[in-house]
């Protein structure tokens, strides 16, 4: 039986063309930075992205804390939306590898205003930490994207009280696809940025997180002292050019694909689709049944092959992807009403 993953776009697995480029990359050792597959990833990263250098990290976890690290002081504040990825997935790395603080800014959309950072930002009061950075994501993972006046605005209100912009860019092609404009017009308006090679792009592993030279430096430093200094990383990063030169035109696909599934949803009866959030590869939706049947749904459907996450703040988040096809959410769709139909769901 076939498995059909929509836990998230990190779960693809690498295309045939990847993993003939992993077999046949060049390699050398990254440390010295004479690993010439890694340097061509990081050059490539730099010149989509229109910034001057870029670093191959393992995750995007730590390609935003490195950027942390490396924008900010000890004792100092991060000012960013409280549903970021980084207040929420990343372990509260950003206190005991940076020590800073964050402020989280509820904003109902996730997204962040000028407003909101000529708000936050301290005042120089002894009382008070520092503000040392602002936080951005795009797109979100609550499944929008974030305008490019909206970004640049909050870009200008950092600049204007001194503070650095980095971005959380795991699906920024994403975005960029959704907005109708290059990935350099995103990245124009943070500093740092940090690009997700797995999700969605098939790459088996890693990030890329790009700026200017001097922060590149800092971040490298940094990223060899959480022991990212990495070998012969060449055969990672040759999936990675891949991701980068072959895969990001079609996650317009992924999106059409979501689009169908959200179509079909609430044809079952009792489904209803989140519109609101409905941007780029992912579907919200909530169930009007009993707790207990929205509770088994994951445990009944992954009987049949398909692999979904639990609801949360009861909704359920499908997330279409390379390795889903029409066909495959079609055969989805057919399950959830045997299920209705059954009384199991």
Same mark, same amino acid.
């Given at each position: 039986?076939?498995?059909?993953?929509?836990?998230?776009?990190?779960?693809?697995?690498?295309?045939?063309?990847?993993?003939?480029?992993?077999?046949?990359?060049?390699?050398? $050792?990254?440390? #010295?930075?004479?690993?010439?597959?890694?340097?061509?990833?990081?050059?490539?990263? !730099?010149?989509?992205?229109?910034?001057?250098?870029?670093?191959?990290?393992?995750?995007?976890?730590?390609?935003?804390?490195?950027?942390?690290?490396? @924008?900010?002081?000890?004792?100092?504040?991060?000012?960013?939306?409280?549903?970021? /990825?980084?207040?929420?997935?990343?372990?509260?790395?950003?206190?005991?590898?940076?020590?800073?603080?964050?402020?989280?800014?509820?904003?109902?959309? +996730?997204?962040?205003? !000028?407003?909101?950072?000529?708000?936050?930002?301290?005042?120089?009061?002894?009382?008070?930490?520092?503000?040392?950075?602002?936080?951005?994501?795009?797109?979100?993972?609550?499944?929008?994207?974030?305008?490019? =006046?909206?970004?640049?605005?909050?870009?200008?209100?950092? /600049?204007?009280?001194?503070?650095?912009?980095?971005?959380? +860019?795991?699906?920024?092609?994403?975005?960029? /696809?959704?907005? +109708?404009?290059?990935?350099?017009?995103?990245?124009?308006?943070?500093?740092?940025?940090?690009?997700?090679?797995?999700?969605?792009?098939?790459?088996?592993? *890693?990030?890329?997180?790009?700026?200017?030279?001097?922060?590149?430096?800092?971040?490298?430093?940094?990223?060899?002292?959480?022991?990212?200094?990495?070998?012969?990383? +060449?055969?990672?990063?040759?999936? *990675?050019?891949?991701?980068?030169?072959?895969?990001?035109?079609?996650?317009?696909?992924? @999106?059409?694909? !979501?689009? $169908?599934?959200?179509?079909?949803?609430?044809?079952?009866?009792?489904?209803?689709?989140?519109?609101?959030?409905?941007?780029?590869?992912?579907?919200? #939706?909530?169930?009007? $049944?009993?707790?207990?049947?929205?509770?088994? #749904?994951?445990?009944?459907?992954?009987?049949?092959?398909?692999?979904?996450?639990?609801?949360?703040?009861?909704? #359920?988040?499908?997330?279409?992807? =390379?390795?889903?096809?029409?066909?495959?959410?079609? $055969?989805?769709? *057919?399950?959830?009403?045997?299920?209705? /139909? !059954?009384?199991?769901?």
């Amino acid at each position: 039986m076939k498995t059909i993953d929509f836990r998230s776009d990190s779960v693809t697995k690498p295309t045939l063309e990847m993993r003939q480029a992993m077999f046949d990359a060049e390699v050398g $050792y990254d440390v #010295f930075r004479d690993d010439p597959t890694v340097n061509r990833l990081e050059e490539i990263a !730099a010149d989509m992205t229109g910034k001057e250098a870029g670093l191959f990290t393992p995750t995007g976890t730590m390609a935003n804390q490195l950027a942390i690290l490396s @924008h900010t002081n000890r004792g100092e504040e991060v000012i960013l939306s409280a549903d970021s /990825h980084i207040i929420w997935y990343e372990v509260g790395a950003h206190a005991v590898l940076s020590s800073v603080a964050l402020w989280p800014i509820p904003v109902p959309d +996730g997204i962040l205003r !000028a407003s909101d950072i000529d708000r936050a930002f301290r005042p120089n009061d002894i009382h008070m930490p520092s503000t040392g950075l602002v936080c951005m994501e795009n797109a979100l993972g609550r499944g929008t994207v974030v305008p490019i =006046h909206l970004m640049e605005e909050v870009y200008q209100a950092a /600049h204007s009280h001194g503070l650095p912009v980095h971005t959380d +860019g795991a699906r920024v092609f994403n975005a960029a /696809h959704v907005l +109708g404009v290059g990935v350099k017009e995103i990245a124009n308006q943070t500093d740092s940025l940090a690009i997700h090679l797995s999700k969605g792009l098939c790459a088996p592993i *890693g990030s890329i997180l790009v700026g200017s030279k001097s922060f590149i430096e800092r971040a490298r430093r940094y990223r060899h002292m959480l022991g990212g200094g990495m070998s012969q990383t +060449g055969v990672l990063a040759a999936a *990675g050019i891949i991701a980068l030169t072959r895969m990001v035109d079609r996650l317009v696909e992924d @999106h059409q694909n !979501a689009r $169908y599934l959200a179509s079909l949803l609430p044809q079952i009866g009792r489904v209803k689709v989140d519109t609101s959030r409905a941007d780029i590869n992912m579907v919200f #939706f909530s169930l009007d $049944y009993p707790t207990e049947i929205i509770q088994n #749904f994951p445990v009944n459907m992954l009987e049949y092959g398909i692999k979904i996450s639990p609801s949360s703040e009861g909704f #359920f988040r499908f997330v279409t992807h =390379h390795d889903i096809t029409r066909a495959d959410i079609d $055969y989805t769709i *057919g399950i959830f009403e045997k299920l209705i /139909h !059954a009384n199991l769901i």
